[in-house]
């Protein structure tokens, strides 16, 4: 039985430990952030909203990983005016696409550095496509590509590192 099978019977619509592990999450993906924006263009540079959405849909499965990608954005458009709303559309159709992708890769292949990889480049491919059929505008497309490559990167070893300690406990 593959961990993404496991993680989708503990954590169920119905149980409490998916809302208290959402909001685990959500608060993560709320400080995080928070945290980015003290340093100019920190948010586009290090693309924060998706750390925690990665470890969510990794760690507990797609329904926690669901929750996580539209609560996390939501609220902190909410809270903070960030991010905008005029972006709130591609930053959720990319948080959707990560838990989608961390779905069909923990289906496929055992837990790895590489299918982080795989689960954060699929996302980020779908996202750019989106992205550019929104506006037709091939700079904001690769935006994350050409600014957000640091925050590629930390989701990547940084969300592996991360979901593997969880994994221990």
């Not at 998916?18 to 980015?36: E, H, K, R």
């Not at 263009?41 to 990983?65: D, E």
């Not at 689960?119 to 980020?124: D, G, K, N, S, T």
Request: a positive charge; charged letters at 10%.
């Amino acid at each position: 039985m593959s961990t993404a099978t496991l993680a989708s019977e503990k954590y169920s619509f119905g149980a409490l430990r998916t809302y208290l592990a959402v909001l685990a999450f959500v608060c993560g993906n709320i400080l995080v952030p928070q945290l980015c924006h003290l340093i100019p263009r920190g948010g586009l540079i290090f693309l924060p909203i998706y750390f925690f959405t990665l470890v969510a849909a990794f760690r507990c499965g797609w329904k926690v990983g669901l929750l996580t990608a539209v609560l996390s954005p939501v609220v902190n458009c909410l809270l903070f005016g960030m991010p905008p709303v005029a972006s709130l559309p591609a930053i959720l159709v990319k948080s959707l696409a990560l838990v989608l992708a961390v779905e069909v890769v923990s289906r496929r292949m055992d837990f790895s550095i590489f299918s982080v990889a795989i689960a954060v480049l699929a996302y980020q491919l779908v996202g750019m496509t989106v992205e550019f059929f929104m506006d037709f505008n091939l700079v904001h497309a690769l935006q994350d590509i050409r600014i957000g490559w640091p925050g590629i990167l930390i989701q990547i070893v940084g969300g592996y590192f991360v979901i593997k300690a969880l994994q221990r406990r």
